[in-house]
């Protein structure tokens, strides 16, 4: 558990700079009533920051736990891009996919932090 730990904790660092990267590829997974920019980029700090802490021994565990909550943060997200006409990110399926996997990593890093604390 701790290897699937660190490596979303890798991908939350790589996906938080990606943030400011490519602003624009996150604009169409948010509603048009959303400031973006100032979404986008409280998404990609907050991304960096737990992201980072995921990797270090004494802030694994609390980091783990503000990782679950910004997943679930984000699912209403996901379940509002499945809805449209046409996803941001690919079709239905893989929008379907997306939400399914979300869920799943809520609940890894639930075990993972309630294993770890």
Known sequence: MQAFIIG?????????IYHFVNPAFYDPIMPGWFPKRLANAAGGVAEIIIGAGML?????????????????VFLPLHVWDLTKPRPAIGNHYVAFVRLVLQLVFIYLLYRGARGAS
Do not use: K
């Open 8 to 16: 979303f904790g890798i991908i939350l660092v790589a996906a938080g």
């Open 56 to 72: 270090f021994p004494d802030t694994r565990v609390v980091a783990t736990w503000a990782a679950m909550a910004l997943m679930v």
